[in-house]
T-cell receptor
Framework: GEDVEQSLFLSVREGDSSVINCTYT??????LYWYKQEPGAGLQLLTY?????DMKQDQRLTVLLNKKDKHLSLRIADTQTGDSAIYFC????????????FGRGTSLIVHP | EADIYQTPRYLVIGTGKKITLECSQT?????MYWYQQDPGMELHLIHY???????EKGDLSSESTVSRIRTEHFPLTLESARPSHTSQYLC????????????FGPGTRLTVL
C-alpha cells in the first residue's frame, strides 16, 4: 500500500530555518499536505500543494515538491518557539473515495 | 476556523464500561474519520464514512463501532472498554470533492483503568 515516511525529531535554534522532510511512494498522489499538531489539540492544515507544482510559498512557509524523487519538504523561516509542534505530511489522490495517508509525524523542538 | 467538535475532551473510566465518543461537524462534509493516536504521535485510521449509512473499517483493527445516521454526526462506541483502549481519539471530516483537506476535532483523551 501507500507509504509516507518522515524523520521523527528535529531540533533547531530560535531564529534559524527548519526543514522537515517527507517521502512518499504513491505515484498517483494528487495533493500533498502539511498539518501541524500542537500539544493537546487536533491537527490543523498548514498548507497543501498540487502534484503539478514544484513550490508553494505562504509567508514563512515554503513547500518544495520533487515529484521525480517523491520528496516533499516544509521549510519554516525564522523559526519561533511557537512553531514547536508535531508536523504531519500526508498525501491523497483525486476522487471522492480516496482516504489520505499520513506520515508518522516530525516533532519540531525550538530552543532559545 | 473548522467547525468540528468532540466530546468529552477527557474521559477516565473503569474496565468493562460502555462508552460513546461524540463527534459532530457543521460544515456539511460527506466524509468523516476516526483516528487513534499513539503517545508516540502516529495516527491510525480506525473507521471512516463516505456519507449517511456508510461506515468502513480502517487500517487498524479496533473493537469499536461507529454509526452515521446523520451527515453531521459520527459517534464511536466501545462496548466494553479495556486498558488497551487508553489513547487519544481524533475525529476528522472532509469534502468528497476538491482538495480532500481534513478538518480535525480537538480530540478525546481516553484513559481506561
Amino acid at each position: 500500500g501507500e507509504d509516507v515516511e518522515q524523520s521523527l525529531f528535529l531540533s533547531v535554534r530560535e531564529g534559524d530555518s527548519s526543514v522537515i522532510n517527507c517521502t512518499y511512494t504513491d505515484s498517483s498522489s494528487t495533493y500533498l499536505y502539511w498539518y501541524k499538531q500542537e500539544p493537546g489539540a487536533g491537527l490543523q492544515l498548514l498548507t497543501y500543494i498540487f502534484s503539478n507544482m514544484d513550490m508553494k510559498q505562504d509567508q514563512r512557509l515554503t513547500v518544495l515538491l520533487n515529484k521525480k524523487d517523491k520528496h516533499l519538504s516544509l521549510r519554516i523561516a525564522d523559526t519561533q518557539t511557537g512553531d514547536s509542534a508535531i508536523y504531519f505530511c500526508a498525501e491523497s489522490e483525486s476522487g471522492g473515495s480516496y482516504i489520505p495517508t499520513f506520515g508518522r509525524g516530525t516533532s519540531l523542538i525550538v530552543h532559545p | 476556523e473548522a467547525d468540528i467538535y468532540q466530546t468529552p475532551r477527557y474521559l477516565v473510566i473503569g474496565t468493562g464500561k460502555k462508552i460513546t465518543l461524540e463527534c459532530s461537524q457543521t460544515m456539511g462534509h460527506d466524509k468523516m474519520y476516526w483516528y487513534q493516536q499513539d503517545p508516540g504521535m502516529e495516527l491510525h485510521l480506525i473507521h471512516y464514512s463516505y456519507g449517511v449509512n456508510s461506515t468502513e473499517k480502517g487500517d487498524l483493527s479496533s473493537e469499536s463501532t461507529v454509526s452515521r445516521i446523520r451527515t453531521e454526526h459520527f459517534p464511536l462506541t466501545l462496548e466494553s472498554a479495556r486498558p488497551s483502549h487508553t489513547s487519544q481519539y481524533l475525529c476528522a471530516s472532509s469534502r468528497e470533492r476538491g482538495t480532500d483537506t481534513q478538518y480535525f476535532g480537538p480530540g478525546t483523551r481516553l484513559t481506561v483503568l
